[in-house]
């Protein structure tokens, strides 16, 4: 075929019409190059343009409209697609649509900075949350050349959703479900959900934080710094340092707690350990341990037990209880401050001592901007108040009714909790079955007293206004 157009010569002799093809690379399409008749030879007709396209073997696809174009503006001369093939469409493989963030064991980033405890070791789900869809696959489509040749294409594969223990799959088979709360993990190339999650060495920079839904145990121990979070049970087997630790149900330390005054420990059940040292501990029920607590800030709900091993001691810190404190030996020889509350909430405790300091702040703004409220109308009074300094004294007026507002409703919530704190005083008491040092503070239901000589086998309860000391029980 020729590529080229050429331009017939003029003449005032009769000639045929001339036509042209070329058909594109990838045969889909076939271009005309038309001349037109000369004298009085009649101009073609469509079908015999399309008989022309046959001859030279384009069967396919003839687009009559553009052939009558072509052959009704005869001073064109251009070349014109008078034929198109069907174009091919390629499959597509079925895919898996994640609708959960796969990318575990990848430090997250944090602002500017790469947060190596946070490795994203844990994928929460609920039960019934949406883990993937699949999309399906697509077969692709045959394509037609204007040759009439058929043209192949690649065919789409399917694949099954990858579905593991604790996942639900659809009924039409293009969903996947979570089956139970958990933790999501891709096992032998299927997604899992496991309803607990165990990590089988240490907390460290190889796991990072743990915050799980669902009950968590921990092989190892849990290093200085780390983070573990539980939405059940939290069962440590080795030893908790300077760690956070959070606990919807029971918490289990089966060593202890070595806190170098970080640890922070707070368990909506039990707080179970052999040992705590330097630690904060807050138990919405019981704390009980085994050996000694020492230096600590302990709280809990109802008793703090410590007895059953070697010493059964409590040293040093404080120790809250809302009903009562038991142990075999109180304080120490060296006679550090150890002190014991009981018959009160600790949470009440520890609310009421936040407002009296909040009071204590807003009193002492209320007297500073009272100092600078008097200074300047003593200079307003004079009519040398310059503008800056009248704005002043109107943002400091306006402070210190914002402020006073603030102490208003600490002073009212104060007040609930007075109510709150006389409502729930328990009979509570502290008893030591062996040796109670000097230098211990018992305080029971708001009334104190300081421990000066050594006693054994006691009971320190609440009875008509003060406490007395009792044989133990």
């Not at 138990?283 to 050996?291: G, L, N, Y």
């Not at 209320?366 to 004079?382: S, Y």
């Amino acid at each position: 075929m020729d590529q080229n157009p050429e331009t017939a010569e003029e003449s005032s002799v009769s000639k045929e019409a001339v036509f042209r093809m070329r058909i594109s690379d990838d045969a889909l399409t076939c271009e005309m190059l038309y001349i037109p008749p000369e004298g009085d030879v009649p101009v073609p007709t469509v079908e015999r343009v399309k008989g022309e396209m046959n001859s030279k073997g384009v069967v396919f696809g003839h687009d009559e409209d553009a052939i009558k174009n072509m052959i009704g503006a005869p001073a064109a001369r251009q070349w014109v697609v008078t034929a198109k093939g069907d174009p091919p469409e390629n499959g597509k493989d079925a895919k898996i649509d994640y609708k959960v963030d796969l990318n575990i064991l990848k430090p997250r980033t944090v602002g500017d900075k790469v947060d190596l405890k946070e490795l994203g070791a844990v994928i929460n789900v609920t039960k019934g949350q949406l883990i993937a869809e699949k999309i399906p696959a697509f077969k692709g489509k045959e394509g037609t050349s204007v040759m009439g040749r058929k043209i192949s294409v690649y065919t789409g594969k399917d694949k099954n959703l990858p579905t593991g223990k604790g996942i639900r799959l659809s009924e039409d088979k293009m969903r996947l479900f979570a089956d139970c709360d958990g933790n999501l993990y891709i096992k032998n190339q299927t997604l899992a959900v496991n309803p607990t999650f165990e990590v089988k060495g240490d907390v460290d920079y190889s796991v990072g934080n743990i915050d799980f839904i669902g009950p968590v145990t921990v092989m190892g121990s849990v290093r200085d710094g780390f983070e573990v979070s539980s939405g059940n049970e939290l069962r440590i087997n080795g030893v908790v340092e300077g760690a956070t630790l959070k606990s919807e149900a029971d918490m289990v330390i089966k060593t202890g707690v070595r806190g170098t005054g970080k640890a922070k420990l707070m368990a909506k059940g039990n707080m179970i350990t052999s040992y705590i040292d330097q630690a904060f501990v807050r138990s919405e029920r019981s704390v009980k341990v085994s050996d000694i607590i020492l230096n600590c800030d302990v709280g809990a709900r109802f008793d703090v037990v410590v007895g059953g091993g070697k010493k059964g001691q409590i040293v040093g810190g404080k120790i809250a209880a809302g009903s009562e404190v038991v142990c075999e030996i109180l304080g120490s020889e060296m006679e550090p401050k150890t002190d014991v509350t009981v018959g009160q909430l600790p949470e009440i405790i520890e609310e009421r001592k936040q407002i009296l300091e909040n009071l204590k702040q807003y009193e002492a703004q209320l007297e500073k901007i009272d100092a600078n409220i008097d200074f300047l109308k003593d200079i307003q009074r004079t009519g040398e108040l310059k503008p800056d300094k009248q704005e002043l004294l109107a943002k400091i007026t306006k402070a210190k009714f914002q402020i006073k507002a603030q102490y208003s409703v600490a002073r009212e919530r104060m007040g609930e909790l007075e109510k709150d704190a006389d409502e729930h005083r328990l009979d509570g008491c502290v008893r030591v079955r062996n040796i109670c040092y000097p230098g211990v503070l018992i305080t029971i239901r708001g009334v104190r007293y300081m421990v000066k000589e050594k006693l054994r086998f006691v009971k320190f309860a609440y009875e008509d206004g003060e406490i007395k000391i009792k044989s133990f029980e």
